[in-house]
């Protein structure tokens, strides 16, 4: 009886791939039927959707739905799908133009009562849009300051499905977010001034600064090589623009970016207790991949303390801007 299209993004490590959204009504027996390879809470997605639109005060179809995520191969995952299935039942409905909708691109996870909520990878999944050539992006509010960093995007945020509907319906204006203006660079943190004396350690981590290079501490207990090591970020130049973007990225997926600083401009710093696992330290885990230590030190320093405890001596190693080895 109708067809509706609309966009969202699957991530796939801290890589983002356009997926359309295709809501198509027949009639039959009332249901929703999700296809495309989605998981659990995916698939969990046809009861909060129901949920969501009936609360926002939409009626829903009583009509046989099927939404299909294409790609069909690419593996879906999470709640972020939820506001584009959304937006594509209500159009595949007549409540919405399809038009309005078609190369939207809709990131969010719906509460029962029609609440957007912020999910992570927003940043990774709005570049591939970018990449794409959408210019369109819908967020919650949660996540407006991290997807505006991504320029020449109207990016909106929404705090409910019914603002949306207004908004897409011209009942309510559109308020697009903006750019924040750029931080003051974070210059808290250990510093290397705090250290008195230990000259050759100094002289060392400002080599290994310069040139990116690794280095290697070794000394007895008490000797500093964690206090030096815990201050050569501080010596780091700031992350450029390109960096910058891609240290946010994996932090994003990670789901540990700083509250109040979309922007990650200072060199991360990591260290993996010596017992981590080694999917802590390089990622992994079910169903959606984890950026491990390895990763979320990208452009900046993994400390691996103690990374030779079964040596006769004490060892500690830090391995600057991310070449691991």
């Not at 509010?141 to 509907?165: F, W």
């Amino acid at each position: 009886m109708a067809l509706a299209r609309t966009r969202s993004v699957a991530l796939v490590g801290v890589v983002g791939h356009v997926v359309e959204v295709e809501v198509d009504l027949t009639s039959g027996l009332p249901g929703l039927t999700l296809v495309g390879l989605p998981d659990a809470s995916l698939n969990e997605a046809r009861d909060r959707v129901r949920a969501a639109v009936l609360n926002t005060g939409e009626p829903w179809p009583k009509h046989r739905l099927t939404v299909n995520l294409s790609p069909a191969s690419l593996p879906k995952r999470g709640s972020g799908f939820d506001l584009a299935v959304a937006v594509g039942v209500l159009a595949a409905s007549g409540r919405l133009r399809p038009g309005w909708v078609a190369d939207l691109v809709l990131l969010g996870e719906l509460g029962l009562d029609g609440r957007v909520r912020p999910v992570r990878g927003v940043l990774p999944a709005v570049l591939a849009a970018a990449a794409a050539g959408l210019s369109r992006v819908v967020v919650a509010e949660g996540n407006a300051a991290e997807a505006a960093l991504v320029p020449d995007l109207s990016v909106l945020a929404v705090g409910s499905l019914g603002e949306l509907v207004a908004v897409l319906r011209g009942e309510r204006e559109a308020v697009l977010t903006e750019p924040a203006p750029p931080a003051a660079l974070d210059r808290t943190g250990p510093d290397l001034g705090d250290v008195a004396g230990q000259q050759a350690a100094r002289h060392a981590l400002e080599i290994a600064a310069a040139g990116g290079h690794h280095l290697l501490l070794h000394g007895p207990p008490g000797a500093g090589k964690t206090m030096l090591a815990e201050r050569l970020p501080g010596i780091l130049p700031p992350l450029t623009r390109e960096q910058a973007l891609e240290v946010t990225a994996v932090h994003s997926v990670a789901g540990t970016l700083p509250v109040g600083r979309p922007l990650l401009e200072r060199p991360p710093f990591r260290a993996p207790h010596h017992t981590a696992s080694a999917a802590s330290v390089v990622g992994g885990g079910s169903g959606i991949a984890r950026p491990g230590a390895a990763s979320l030190a990208h452009h900046g320093v993994l400390f691996l303390d103690e990374a030779c405890e079964s040596c006769s001596h004490p060892l500690k190693w830090a391995g600057h801007r991310d070449r691991v080895g």
